[in-house]
């Protein structure tokens, strides 16, 4: 594991996510479910391209996303306050093959400075939290990827999962390490890294 202390959305950040898979985007090579996504080979070509020309495909931000981007400080400094646990940031953190990685909004430490779990916040519609509030495995399943990846590529045993909004009630939700799941994810991130490694290295 090789954490990288780039603030999120810098150009440092976005430089050192090129051409590699990352957890928040491994619902496109697995499902929550545990199978391979149907979405896998178009995302796949999108890092090939990224690989070969140093040029990331274009995010499309909404104004969702622009709107967690806001919120997410301050969500942050809430779980913070209501946990009692420091929370550190990160960049992007890669896997040891420096192949994929991932960006989680926090990471928790020991006593002794050891990675010990990790912080995702998700800034849904109000409406969208309250179903959460509602049906915990729901919100749990729709970011079921991103938060075992972030684990696979840490080690750590638990995420916090957070919704939170500036209108209604927070939630925290304890996920934790699914092995098995683990398991299928790491074979279909392996199994896209090698066609991106091959076929980048095919069209040079």
Known sequence: MIALEHIQGSDEWFASRLGRPSASMFNKLITSAGKASSQADGYINELIAERLTGVRVPIYVNEHMERGTRLEPDAREMYEFVTEQE????GFILDDSEEFGCSPDGIIKDSDGNFEGGLEIKCPTDSNLIGYHRNNKSFISKYKHQIMGCM?????????????????????????????????????????????????????
């Open 152 to 204: 696979m590529v840490t080690g750590v045993k638990w995420f916090d999962l957070m919704a939170y909004s500036e209108t209604i009630p927070h939630l925290i939700v304890r996920v934790e390490r699914d092995d098995e799941y683990i398991e299928k994810l790491a074979a279909e991130v392996q199994k896209a890294v090698d066609i991106i490694v091959n076929e980048t290295e095919n069209l040079k």
């Open 87 to 90: 929370v550190t940031e990160y």
